[in-house]
């Protein structure tokens, strides 16, 4: 099997989606399969690496840290050379050639979906509300162009159902998987005094909604609640984001270097504040649960699908709402509900993921999700 994955629209700070690439290229390489990786960047370039070659497309900024490769032909050039028995995608609108291009010559074209685009464009551009009928219009093209669409939760998924139904277009479901060897709970965790210590990570851009968990930090703060909120990531808001937090004990570190210095910071939480309801899957959230903390996240989404009652709480998206969550899970006993965040990241592996998504990268159906 050899297998090309087509990251578009990545940033040096869009750590999910990198994070869910690089997971899945390691568990195809590990399996026996060859992996092609091909992503946008200031040159044309090509590098050899453990998971296979990584083609580096020119492409141009397109603001925020963001490259975006417009010139579709250029990726079939790269694709005509490999010649990959399966693509995989996460880009839905500039890429879209690429999936006719598979079409014609007989390889399977696999659809990561990792956004809601009416959540997305209204997230990012303020709004409201967006136009649902060319969103709609683009999605009865999506499903009648690729071979399957695969969704990573239930939210993601509704988006797709109806679309996909009447084109005949396999929708799968594939959670994805947390890094349980590095993201696990401290020995022995440092004392509060007092304080609620909560920890928000994540891109600091609008569609992320971290403007919903810093003005939650600072409704408890008004409150007089004893609280202080580490933002850990950066992003395009950043200023927005200080502005909002006033005098309120919100303090920013930036990005973070490495994942394990992520873990020791997550896991010194008291809660994490995951809030975003556009997100389709949320792996902020099982990173924290990972490490033994419990996550306060909005009612709808993805991210909501991860937190149970042992482990978590959820509210409507706006501040005061979600200061109510906060300190109705802050009044429960931390060693119990701590012992369920780790247990339920542990349901959530990348070898299933990857053993799911290698399937259908193999033309087989993978089948109802029971857990």
């Known amino acids: 099997m050899r297998i090309a994955q087509l990251a578009n629209f990545v940033g040096s700070t869009s750590g999910g989606m990198r994070t869910a690439i690089e997971h899945l290229g390691r568990g195809y390489v590990d399996a026996g399969a060859e992996r092609l990786l091909v992503i946008p960047g200031p040159v044309d370039a090509v590098t050899s690496t453990p998971l296979g070659d990584v083609v580096q497309v020119r492409a141009p900024r397109v603001g925020g840290g963001y490259r975006l490769i417009v010139e579709p032909w250029r990726v079939t050039d790269v694709l005509e050379r490999w010649a990959p028995t399966s693509v995989e995608w996460n880009d839905k609108l500039t890429l879209l050639p690429v999936a006719w291009w ?7 074209s696999v659809l990561l979906s990792h956004e809601r685009m009416g959540d997305m464009f209204a997230m990012r551009s303020g709004l409201d509300t967006t136009s649902k009928v060319s969103i709609g219009l683009l999605n009865r093209l999506l499903v009648r162009s690729f071979d399957t669409v695969v969704v990573t939760s239930r939210y993601a998924e509704d988006e797709f159902r ?31 005094d007092g304080v609620l210590r909560l920890a928000h990570a994540g891109r600091l851009s609008r569609e992320k909604s971290p403007h919903l968990a810093v003005a939650t930090a600072v409704e408890l703060h008004r409150r007089g609640v004893p609280v202080r909120l580490d933002v850990y990531g950066d992003g395009p808001h950043r200023d927005e984001l200080e502005d909002l937090a006033g005098t309120a004990p919100v303090h920013f570190h930036g990005y973070v270097d490495g994942r394990a210095a992520l873990r020791d910071r997550l ?25 033994g903390t419990p996550v306060v996240t909005a009612d709808r989404g993805g991210a909501r699908e991860l937190v149970d009652r042992s482990c978590g709480a959820w509210a409507p998206a706006e501040p005061t709402a979600l200061a109510d969550a906060v300190l109705r899970l802050a009044d429960r006993p931390a060693a119990p509900v701590r012992g369920a965040a780790r247990r339920r990241a542990e349901q959530f592996t990348w070898d299933r993921t990857v053993a799911r998504m290698l399937s259908l990268h193999a033309g087989r159906r993978v089948g109802v999700l029971t857990a």
């Not at 598979?102 to 399977?108: E, L, S, T």
């Open 102 to 108: 598979a079409r014609r010559n007989g390889v399977r």
């Open 162 to 192: 109806s679309v996909a139904a009447a084109a005949g277009c396999p929708v799968e479901r594939v959670p994805l998987g947390v890094d349980l060897a590095t993201f696990r709970p401290l020995a022995h965790r440092p004392s509060g």
């Open 267 to 291: 896991a010194a939480a008291d809660i994490s504040l995951s809030v975003c309801p556009g997100e389709t899957f949320g792996l902020a959230v099982l990173e924290a649960l990972a490490c």
